[in-house]
């Protein structure tokens, strides 16, 4: 189970901790559907960010989006510098409806033929081939969820999804992580059903699935819920923790959470640190503005030093569990969370 941490807000600006800006409330007007053509101006909230990670804030966008969600996916597309949002659950009814984040506003984008209403499915954008990868998934209530093994591309430049036949391809899954690596999708671990997970390894070349096998015969244990980034030094993804027993283990026993991280670089996975932390059921992502790497949990930020994560930074932000964050020229962009909260959240770091 996530620890839970807890400071005042004077303490919180004292100690140079993250700190939310914002009282989370809805304020924008509505925000239109969209064909998928990226047509929208910048705004101000389109800046570049930089400075200091003691400087940081979450800044409440006030923006009207996507219905309030958890277990939902968020990429970035960095040639167009927008997000796509698809799928996840809310009160036990899963989605498959898909947003794009552009020009500081939502978009809901009317596609035909999309993938069924999905939760917890693992999704990355590939940036050689231009579109985004939505593989597994799960449907059902959460007691009994169904895993689901299809592959499906979305491209944003035609606003078409595409399903794909895959005869070779990782067992249908949930929990999955997956992300872009030099040239292929990654896809790493994932429930295979309510207590069993796995440490199958694969890759997606554009054409098909194949299985990566690591030089060294090591790997991270057998895992789901974890979360994977590129590394700020370049050349190797980065995966922190998970939960090793099935989709309930974080609150059946804590003792089945990883708290590990593990490197990847294209040939073998490398152990790199072992030290205790809070994030379980959050998120991880690489702020490209700055190069950094940030661990969200449910009520505390983690930076990444190159070679272990930093003291919980704790911040009154709490948005709960399986939320989603993905990178944006302003900075990191959070939504979502299985608190019914429908804010959008940036992470603002002054010049």
Known sequence: MAVTIRVSLAACLASGCFAPVGNGADTSTSSGS?????????????TPTT????????????????????????????????????????????????????????????TSSP???IRSHAAAYDEIRKVMVV????????????????????????NTWQKLPTPVAPTPRYGASMAYYTGIVVLFGGNLDKDTTDSEHWSWDGLQWGPLDASNNMRPGKRSRHMVAM?????????????????????????????????????QWTLLSETAGDGLLGAMALHSAGNRLYR???????????????????????????????????????????IADQSTWVLDCPP
């Open 34 to 46: 969209d064909s998928g053509s990226d047509s929208d101006s910048g705004s101000g909230s389109d």
């Open 51 to 110: 400075g200091e990670p003691s400087q940081c804030t979450w800044k409440n966008l006030g923006i009207s989006g996507p219905p309030v969600r958890s277990e939902h996916s968020m990429v970035y597309v960095s040639e167009d510098d927008l997000i796509l949002l698809f799928g996840g659950t809310v009160d036990g009814v899963e989605l498959n409806d898909l947003w794009k984040f552009a020009g500081g506003q939502w978009h809901e984008l009317k």
């Open 115 to 117: 993938p069924p209403q």
């Open 135 to 158: 593989f597994g998934g799960a449907t059902g209530h959460q007691d009994a969820l169904m895993p689901q093994g299809d592959t499906y591309l979305y491209d944003p430049a035609t």
């Open 231 to 267: 590394d700020p030094s370049g050349g190797k993804l980065l995966l922190y923790g998970g939960c090793a027993k099935g989709s309930l283990c974080v609150f059946d026993d804590p003792t089945n959470a990883y708290n590990d991280t593990w490197s990847w670089d294209g040939k």
């Open 296 to 338: 969200f949990s449910e009520h505390a930020n983690f930076l990444w030093d190159g070679s272990m994560w930093s003291p919980p930074q704790p911040t009154d932000l709490i948005s709960g569990l399986d939320f989603a964050v993905a990178d944006h020229s302003s900075g990191l962009i959070r939504f979502g969370g299985n």
